[in-house]
């Protein structure tokens, strides 16, 4: 009986597929374990996380032109920065203030860049 089943499982393939089972459930029980262990151990760090800083990102681009109204009953300026960047063709800013000497002070800090650049870009249209 025994030689007769041991043909049979020969011939069908059933010799090697019946222990298929076995073996991959040994296979998963033995990677969980080693996947526990490692996950218990402490894992050493080099750099610490700080949550109290601020990251400022910055960006360059090419101006090509900065128009600036000056709307002196309302106090505001509506200034607008053309650039050539396909992403960022243009920028708008609205300052609290109309003396020129502050406007192009608010618009180098915004965008980065010094005052004599500023003042070759700017254009100035003054509405009283």
Known sequence: M???TKRWLRASGAEFWLPLPFVAIAF???TNLLMAQELRQPQP???KLQADTQLKATVSINILLINAIINRQQGVTQVEVETTEPILKRLELELPMTDTNQIEAAIAQELQLSRQ??????RYEIIE
């Open 117 to 122: 650049d500023v003042r070759q870009l700017v």
């Open 2 to 4: 025994w030689r007769t």
């Open 45 to 47: 760090t080099e750099t």
């Open 28 to 30: 998963w029980f033995g």
